[in-house]
């Protein structure tokens, strides 16, 4: 069984704060991480694809770390705004190609 | 391009009868993949496609459950006879690959809200 984890699950902050969360995952057999960006009422949307151990990437005010190692990935945002409002999604895949996701965490941002 | 096509956006049906959503993904992309997401069990996996042939169907939950892809622009998951317990809304995605890395990644159609009474 593939066991995948966010924390927190919700997180409500003001608007400028910087936050992050935590994707985990097994850590044998990893073949790659996935973040997602699933806004109210729209469909998940790919945020990063995240193959290496110590991957740091970014994307304008968010980025994204990996240690496949002890199997976790954090996912930091900076000066949040309203519109980063939204559930954000790990998603883990192995060497057979199987994918989980995690049950995501869904933040707030308030202004 | 349009991005990944689903239809309909919404289906309310009764226990029993059959329901049949259907996913056009992006042209081009070998891979096509259905998802079921519920507040109980988030987003799964069902089954997914690679070159219009099924690599994987372990995710579908029982045999009322099937689905087909006749041809690279076109896919159907159909539920006989559905039951309350079907209701979800259903994605449906696309990508190059089915093997991702490297920078592939799925691209999520709108989803089909399913209701079953």
């Known amino acids: 069984i593939l066991n995948v984890e966010q924390s927190p699950q919700s997180l409500h902050v003001q608007e400028g704060d910087s936050t992050n969360f935590t994707c985990s995952f097994p850590s044998s057999n990893f073949y790659a991480l996935h973040w997602y960006r699933w806004e109210t009422a729209k469909s998940p949307e790919a945020l990063f694809v995240m193959t290496l151990n110590g991957d740091e990437k970014k994307k304008g005010r968010i980025s994204a770390t990996l240690n496949t190692k002890e199997g976790y990935s954090y996912l930091y945002i900076k000066g949040s705004q309203p519109e980063d409002s939204a559930t954000y999604l790990c998603a883990f895949i192995n060497n057979n190609n199987d994918m989980r996701f995690g049950a995501g965490t869904r933040l707030t941002v308030k202004p | 391009d349009a991005g990944v096509i689903q239809s309909p956006r919404h289906e309310v049906t009764e226990m029993g009868q059959e329901v049949t959503l259907r996913c056009k993904p992006i042209s081009g992309h070998n891979s096509l993949f259905w998802y079921r997401q519920t507040m109980m069990r988030g987003l799964e996996l069902l089954i997914y496609?690679?070159?219009?042939?099924?690599i994987d169907d372990s995710g579908m939950p029982e045999d009322r459950f099937s689905a087909k892809m006749p041809n690279a622009s076109f896919s159907t998951l159909k539920i006989q006879p559905s039951e309350p317990r079907d209701s979800a809304v259903y994605f449906c995605?696309?990508?190059?690959?089915?093997?991702w890395g490297n920078g592939e990644t799925q691209y999520f159609g709108p989803g089909t809200r399913l209701l079953v009474l």
């Open positions: 995605a696309s990508s190059l690959v089915y093997r």
């Open positions: 496609f690679n070159n219009n042939v099924p």
